[in-house]
């Protein structure tokens, strides 16, 4: 019923920057919480940076200071700011989004993912 549609991902030089853009579309009704996560084959999906609807936002350790997350409710689309890129952020990322129907029923969906890779 949502969908998610990432863009963004490339390859970059070691201290590059990219911007990863995630848009909902669909029965959205409500989008609260947002997130964007990273996963390497065989390893487990991590939070990389999430925001809720009220635009407070959390981070991992590892991205502080060097990514930003945020959002534009009016295009139901979140975005990642990557500066300073590292070979250690190559991976596929994930877009999250968490809402509630019309119905009033809480949802999760998760983007397709989009490649990142950076060189050293």
């Known amino acids: 019923q949502v969908q998610l549609v990432e863009s963004g991902g490339g390859l970059v030089q070691a201290g590059g920057s990219l911007r990863l853009s995630c848009a909902a579309s669909g029965s959205i009704f409500r989008l609260n919480a947002m997130g964007w996560y990273r996963q390497a084959p065989g390893k487990q999906r991590d939070l990389v940076a999430s925001i809720t609807s009220d635009n407070i936002t959390n981070y991992a350790p590892s991205v502080k200071g060097r990514f930003t997350i945020s959002r534009d409710n009016a295009k139901n689309t979140v975005y990642l700011q990557m500066n300073s890129l590292k070979p250690g952020d190559t991976t596929v990322y994930y877009c999250?989004?968490?809402?509630?129907?019309?119905?009033?029923?809480?949802?999760?969906?998760w983007g397709q993912g989009t490649q990142v890779t950076v060189s050293s």
């Open positions: 999250k989004a968490n809402g509630v129907t019309a119905e009033g029923y809480a949802y999760q969906y």
